[in-house]
């Protein structure tokens, strides 16, 4: 499934997502609500944009990455 849609990246990583408009509020991990791929869009973001963006540099984009 592929998805385009608003996310707030919530501070607790297990949150259930909550849907909000044109997209969801949710913890970490998006893959429970059987989503595969996504597009993200921070601007209903509940927290400082550059905070969001350095969570998932440091938490998603490492399981991003081919393995060796």
């Known amino acids: ?3 385009a849609f608003f ?6 990583p297990d949150a259930p997502i909550e ?3 044109l ?3 949710a ?7 059987g989503v595969d791929h996504v597009a993200i869009n921070l601007r209903q973001s509940g ?3 550059s905070e969001v963006m ?3 540099a440091a938490e998603v984009m490492p399981m991003l ?3 060796e």
């Open 23 to 25: 997209g969801g509020a």
């Open 47 to 49: 927290r400082p944009v």
């Open 7 to 12: 996310l707030d990246l919530l501070d607790d």
């Open 19 to 21: 849907p909000i408009r």
């Open 65 to 67: 990455a081919k393995p």
């Open 27 to 33: 913890g970490g991990m998006l893959s429970t609500a």
């Open 1 to 3: 499934m592929l998805s």
């Open 54 to 56: 350095d969570e998932l």
